[in-house]
């Protein structure tokens, strides 16, 4: 998809503990009034909303986080007591402007994608082939200690942004965390970061047990 053809205006599904990241794929199961709202609107038109991560979860208008990311749905079924299952596919994150009274249910924000323009182009990998087989190596380390099953020959075909992505999204990691990710924007930031990140969550797994 290119730049000019990504919507200004969006809806927003703000939903606690889910951060989803560019080239990723999210399930979910739509319920509430609001968000069916939402997805009927999505998909009478480009079939494209938001998702954003809510800073506290104690109001039904909570405040933001300024990044999420826009996705596309590519699956859709209705179920028969009038829920909808869909799969979404991260395109690209986005920096919310302002909120807007559009007068729905759901909630809507202008957005600027800015600052994340790399995240619809193609990536190539070579000047990092070393650092892509270290942080390999550390998440083959981390999911076995968590118990956590993975293909690790489907996810060493990934490139390293889509790799860091997906990982981070599946992970126990901390909402702060999973936050820090997303609005990293160079890729030699995030694999510091990532690092960081997965040798804390290493560290602290290994203090947890220890006093067990």
């Not at 979910?28 to 069916?36: A, G, K, S």
């Not at 749905?73 to 007591?81: G, L, M, P, V």
Request: with cysteine; proline share 4%; net charge neutral.
């Amino acid at each position: 998809m290119k730049k000019e053809n990504l919507p200004n205006k969006i809806p927003v599904f703000p939903l606690s503990n889910a951060i989803f990241f560019p080239r990723t794929v999210l399930p979910l199961n739509i319920f509430e009034d609001r968000y069916l709202q939402l997805i009927n609107d999505c998909m009478k038109g480009n079939r494209m909303f938001g998702m954003v991560q809510p800073r506290n979860s104690t109001s039904m208008l909570p405040e933001v986080y300024n990044v999420g990311c826009l996705g596309k749905i590519i699956s859709f079924n209705e179920t028969t007591d009038k829920r909808f299952i869909i799969t979404l596919l991260g395109l690209t994150r986005f920096k919310i402007k302002k909120e807007l009274d559009e007068k729905k249910l759901y909630r809507s924000f202008e957005v600027d994608y800015s600052e994340f323009v790399t995240d619809l182009e193609t990536k190539k990998d070579e000047s990092f082939i070393s650092e892509k087989k270290s942080l390999l190596n550390k998440i083959q380390i981390f999911f076995e200690k968590i118990n956590y099953p993975v293909n690790y020959n489907e996810l060493s075909k990934l490139d390293l942004d889509e790799l860091i992505n997906n990982v981070s999204m599946i992970s126990p990691f901390s909402i702060e965390e999973k936050q820090k990710l997303i609005e990293t924007k160079k890729i030699d930031n995030k694999i510091k970061i990532f690092n960081e990140i997965i040798n804390f969550n290493l560290l602290d797994y290994e203090e947890n047990k220890t006093v067990q």
